[in-house]
């Protein structure tokens, strides 16, 4: 069901604001409209510009709770907006104390990581990094060539020029080592080295021994400056642990009141001597009523509640109420889309046929039992929508499964109610022999079909939409047309008379020409101008085309069903090759384990596929008929605290 809406406007002296929002707003649920757009006729009004002073503080208090654990924390609602406002500011100072007292700490690893960086790449070089770093004679190039160079680079260079690479390191890219060569001719082979793609490494004049000495001393200052570091993390978290009661409390105080005080981007305000706020929304009927109640005493805030739909520019947005055992299958309603404000709710539809179809398509007393259990367990322990309706879907398999009488495969455990789908057959005039759960399928899905005409038919009538009422396919014009054809189908079946000629013409041409000059129908009897010139020659050929698409959209809509029946025959023919692998077809001692696991794999398997077809059948035979699914979804600016 859709709960029912109402549009409120509400004002009063812009001082005061505050105090109506807390005060009155934010008990209810009320989704607030952009005040100068719906009152766009409206002169001299102008929108409410003012800065949230409480962003900052929200920001600093949500960046603190991040860090704790709140899953159990309740917050305390006494907590004035000064406190929770000097609480975070007090805990960002106090934190911001502890990072100072480690400051130098920072700088220092900071400073040993990259001195670490630089030499960790030479670790293969056996010689005193500070000796190299004072050669007289001989110089050295600390630095990197790409793998795919150092190969020109020993063929070429060694045998021209005086020079060593001494290779120190090789990772995925490069190949690290030290250049030694002459002092006077440096410039000509520094100019060798670039040409070979040599990148340089400036090593600081501050290491001790070899490049693994100084690697083995940096590594253990660096352990001894990240064990203080630890010791500042640990101090925060302390300090964070025993203050979280009341930071998390401030930080709900902040975050509504700054919610709250969002509200003035959606309200305007009037240029009289006196400025006033108007703030404008949907509630839900019984919300406005008890908000106008309580607020009529108040006499600085007017509120009014709009009767009429036609004053109002947006449009009612969809809040959905349900009874909680249907809850579960608004799920597969937003899939498709919301109901508009002056739609019917499918959800309940939704909920008993979705069920009904998937017991009948997936007939089994056991496995039914098995999603039934299932299914509710999950949802109970993970509040999961989809384990509730495979629960309920389990409900209607374990009774169908004993109409059908089986159990877990076995037809000879149960008597069947009903029939046996494999082997119940019927006799059909000029088509012989058919399934008989077959003829059930397709007879329901008449049913189906009528009744979602039916539904098409209410919804065009809230809508106040003459030519969906009385000439679209799915309309009185198509309802008495399908519905004729249904008679005349189970009078021929039956072996009864048929109706005359004249009686067929009324029940079966009639509502085609309706529903095929239905755009020219309609603008003749509501007086109506047609936005397009068409001709009578395309209209005609329009019109059968439309006719021919029709009829065969009845025909395939209707033979769609059979896939419930198709569904369970094959189930139980899945499950007589399970009993048959196990070796149990002939009434032997059957083998458990492949029982069990033909089980779970047919429960499993053929569960997911049944679920995905009986979601076809809703979305494409039954909501392409009744259903737009083009509403809006009511969001709350604040919610019921």
């Known amino acids: 069901m859709i709960e029912r809406m109402q549009f409120i406007s509400i004002t009063g002296p812009k001082n005061d604001i505050d105090r109506v929002i807390n005060e009155y707003l934010s008990h209810y649920e009320i989704q607030l409209e952009n005040a100068l757009a719906e009152l ?14 409480y962003k900052e503080s929200c920001s600093r208090a949500e960046e603190l709770i991040m860090k704790l654990d709140t899953s159990n924390l309740t917050a305390d609602p006494s907590i004035s907006i000064e406190d929770s406002i000097q609480t975070i500011t007090k805990a960002v100072a106090d934190l911001q104390e502890i990072d100072d007292a480690y400051v130098s700490v920072d700088s220092e690893r900071s400073r040993l990581q990259t001195s670490l960086d630089k030499i960790r790449p030479f670790d293969g070089l056996d010689f005193d990094v500070d000796k190299i770093l004072h050669f007289k004679a001989i110089k050295f190039r600390f630095g990197r060539i790409a793998k795919e160079y150092i190969s020109k680079f020993e063929r070429y260079v060694y045998d021209n020029v005086d020079t060593l690479f001494y290779k120190c390191h090789t990772d995925e890219n490069y190949v690290w080592g030290v250049c030694f060569l002459p002092a006077r001719q440096s410039d000509k082979i520094d100019a060798i080295y670039k040409s070979m793609h040599f990148e340089r490494v400036y090593l600081p004049d501050e290491y ?27 101090k925060k978290a302390d300090y964070l642990n025993s203050k979280k009661q009341l930071l998390y409390s401030s930080y709900i105080k902040l975050k509504n009141q700054a919610s709250n005080f969002d509200i003035r981007k959606l309200a305007a305000c009037t240029e009289n001597h006196t400025t006033f706020y108007i703030l404008c929304g949907w509630m839900a009927q019984k919300d406005a009523a008890a908000l106008a109640k309580e607020v009529e005493h108040d006499e ?10 036609h004053n109002i520019l947006s449009k009612p947005p969809t809040k959905l109420k349900n009874p909680k055992i249907f809850k579960p299958f608004e799920m597969f309603v937003e899939m498709y889309g919301l109901p508009n404000y002056h739609e019917f709710d499918p959800t309940i539809f939704v909920a008993l046929t979705y069920t009904f179809i998937f017991g009948w398509m997936f007939g089994d007393v056991g496995q039914g039992l098995c999603l039934l259990i299932g299914g509710f367990l999950l949802y109970h322990f993970k509040k999961i929508n989809l384990a509730a309706i495979i629960g309920y879907a389990g409900i209607f398999s374990t009774f169908f499964g004993f109409m059908f009488g089986s159990f877990f495969g076995f037809e000879d455990v149960l008597p069947a109610i009903w029939m046996r789908p494999v082997t119940q057959m019927t006799e059909l005039p000029f088509i012989g022999k058919l399934n008989t759960v077959f ?36 309309g009185v014009a198509g309802l008495v047309f399908y519905a004729s054809a249904i008679l005349v189908i189970v009078l021929f079946m039956t072996e009864n008379p048929i109706p005359a000629g004249i009686v067929l013409a009324v029940m079966f041409i009639v509502p085609l020409i309706l529903i095929g000059f239905k755009e020219p129908i309609t603008h003749l009897l509501l007086k109506k101008k047609s936005s397009e010139h068409t001709g009578p020659v395309m209209t005609v050929v329009q019109a059968f085309f439309e006719l021919f698409e029709v009829l065969l959209s009845y025909f395939s809509n209707t033979l769609s069903f059979v896939r419930i029946g198709a569904f369970a025959v094959s189930h139980a023919a899945m499950m007589e090759v399970v009993l048959m692998l196990a070796g149990a077809e002939n009434g032997a001692s059957p083998n458990w384990i492949v029982i069990i696991l033909g089980n779970a794999f047919v429960c499993g398997m ?19 008929r009744f ?13 019921h605290k």
């Open 606 to 624: 053929e569960g997911l596929i049944v679920g995905i077809q009986v979601l076809r059948l809703e979305y494409y035979e039954m909501f392409s």
């Open 208 to 234: 001790e021994g070899t490049p693994h000495d100084a690697i083995m001393k940096l590594n253990t200052q660096l352990a001894n400056l990240d064990q203080k570091l630890k010791e500042r993390d640990q």
């Open 627 to 639: 259903y737009k699914g083009d509403g809006r979804p009511f969001k709350p600016f604040i919610h």
């Open 439 to 474: 003829i059930f399928a397709i007879a329901f899905g008449m049913l189906i079909i009528v009744i979602t005409m039916i539904l098409h038919i209410i919804n065009a009538i809230r809508q106040k939409d003459f030519e969906g009422t009385w000439f679209d396919t799915n």
């Open 300 to 309: 600085n805030l007017y509120c009014i509640i709009e009767d009429d739909q």
């Open 40 to 53: 766009s006729t409206v002169a001299d009004l102008t929108p409410f510009l003012a800065i949230n002073p």
